[in-house]
């Protein structure tokens, strides 16, 4: 009964390749997030979708596209894979629009990208 | 340009001691403060929170103490276990908005036995 899964949890890629992430949550929240973390443990987020509606979406290359079918799902497509993209992706909820003392953020186990 | 500054980087505690982890911010329109553990291998969970409206909140050994005028907010975890080893992760926003999420860059506290 896990809140928020990401799969997969490790993904081994070459330069220049596509590949997905995805990500559903069963906790009912409005509003999905992906997060990177770098190798120092830097958390920045990337998007957000409420009701899947884009509402955050900060400077991150045009190679990197979100797509939320449903509110429950919000998957992460990283075309033309670069060395740099190597991180740790998590994904994440919240019950409502934004992060609050009444809508915390529900993070996963995250995905461990490694591009080589 | 950050917006939450933690410190120190890394923590080294002995078992039953005081863990006390800092953070700083700029932004005077930030009313929601919370602190995130983080154990390797998982996400970052929710540890504990605090508005504005209160100098300290206290959840079992874990306590947040916040200074307003200073803009300083701390988490101090009294009586330090092993188990509470991981990457503590303060952060801040303006609630009601869309305002992000800022997180500072980590602690990572080790107790030993």
């Known amino acids: 009964d896990t809140a ?4 997969p949890k490790y993904l081994v890629t070459q330069m220049g390749n596509d590949k997905s992430i995805k990500c559903e949550q069963n906790l009912g929240h409005d509003t999905m997030y992906w997060y990177k973390q770098d190798s120092k443990k830097f958390l920045k987020i990337m998007f957000s979708y409420n009701n899947k509606e884009l509402i955050i979406n900060e400077t991150v290359p045009n190679r990197f596209s979100p797509k939320s079918p449903d509110k429950a799902h919000l998957n992460l497509h990283i075309n033309s894979l670069e060395l740099g993209d190597s991180a740790v992706y998590f994904c994440a909820s919240s019950p409502y629009r934004d992060s609050s003392y009444n809508s915390p953020l529900h993070f996963g186990n995250g995905t461990r990208l490694t591009v080589t | 340009q950050q917006q939450v500054k933690q410190s120190p980087q890394s923590l080294i505690v002995q078992k039953g001691g005081i863990s006390i982890i800092n953070c700083a911010y700029e932004n005077t329109a930030f009313d929601y403060f919370p602190w995130y553990q983080q154990f390797p291998g998982k996400g970052p969970a929710l540890l504990i929170a605090i508005r504005p409206d209160v100098s300290e909140k206290k959840e079992g050994r874990f306590t947040i103490s916040f200074n307003k005028s200073a803009k300083q907010f701390s988490l101090h975890i009294m009586d330090s276990q092993p188990g509470d080893s991981a990457t503590y992760f303060c952060a801040a926003t303006t609630q ?17 036995p």
Do not use: D
Not at chain 1, 4 to 7: D, E, N
Not at chain 2, 96 to 112: A, C, D, M, W
């Open chain 2, 96 to 112: 009601g908005g869309s305002e992000k999420l800022v997180f500072g860059k980590g602690t990572k506290l080790t107790v030993n």
């Open chain 1, 4 to 7: 928020v899964s990401q799969t």
